[in-house]
Antibody
Framework: EVQLVESGGGLVQPGGSLRLSCAAS????????MHWVRQVPGKGLAWVSR????????NYAASVKGRFTISRDNAKNTLYLELNSLRAEDTAIYYC??????????????WGQGTMVTVSS | QSVLTQPPSVSAAPGQRVTISCSGN????????VSWYQQLPGTAPKLLIY???KRPSGIPDRFFGYKSGTSATLGITGLQTGDEADYYC???????????FGGGTRLTVL
């Protein structure tokens, strides 16, 4: 079964750090670009970051650039998101998503169940 | 404020047809493919349409999409109560070098 499973969310104080993981299974992880998307509960989707299949190219939303770092370990079939200098406005459900292999522009065909990050003192 | 503009809500009766618009500019919708997602309450989003008008395997042909210029549209025919959900459009923005989504549209099937 094709699956993405996020972990690592939790409660963290403002200014703190967290590392999210996304374990992939059921497909050739190393062949796919991967993304992180977040959603404040009750609000809309917000794209966070993407990484190419090799891990050599990354992009970030302006709101997280310089604070978040996306990476991957293809040997472990795992995607990561390092969150630093966290702010209250980073509180959200964080989803990892697979870039569709057949789309011309980023389209997310497989999503994880999400992991909640709460930034609060 | 989202980069792509969607109506906050739409509604229609069971069996009817509804469309949801997604408006952008030449940096995003105008020069990139658009995808559409359905998010049922309490669940992760699901890809409905990619490359403006293509359906992934398993998505019924009641769902369709098209794009014209800097606007894209998602259509749903034969509405069912199970279609009640939030719908999002998304694409890449060449100016921002970032992915962008619409603010989402809540569909109510009356």
């Amino acid at each position: 079964e094709v699956q993405l499973v996020e972990s690592g969310g939790g409660l963290v104080q403002p200014g703190g750090s967290l590392r999210l993981s996304c374990a992939a299974s059921g497909f050739a992880f190393s062949s796919h670009w991967m993304h992180w998307v977040r959603q404040v509960p009750g609000k809309g989707l917000a794209w966070v970051s993407r990484i190419n299949s090799y891990g050599s190219s990354t992009n970030y939303a302006a709101s997280v650039k310089g604070r978040f770092t996306i990476s991957r370990d293809n040997a472990k079939n795992t995607l990561y998101l390092e969150l630093n200098s966290l702010r209250a406005e980073d509180t959200a459900i964080y989803y990892c998503a697979r870039d569709s292999p057949t789309s011309g522009t980023d389209a997310f065909d497989i999503w994880g169940q999400g992991t909640m990050v709460t930034v609060s003192s | 404020q989202s980069v792509l503009t969607q109506p906050p809500s739409v509604s229609a009766a069971p069996g009817q047809r509804v469309t949801i618009s997604c408006s952008g500019n030449n940096f995003n919708v105008g020069n990139n493919y658009v995808s559409w997602y359905q998010q049922l309450p309490g669940t992760a989003p699901k890809l409905l349409i990619y490359d403006n008008d293509k359906r992934p395997s398993g998505i019924p042909d009641r769902f369709f999409g098209y794009k014209s210029g800097t606007s894209a549209t998602l259509g749903i025919t034969g509405l069912q109560t199970g279609d009640e959900a939030d719908y999002y459009c998304g694409t890449w923005d060449n100016s921002l070098s970032a992915g962008v989504f619409g603010g989402g549209t809540r569909l109510t099937v009356l």
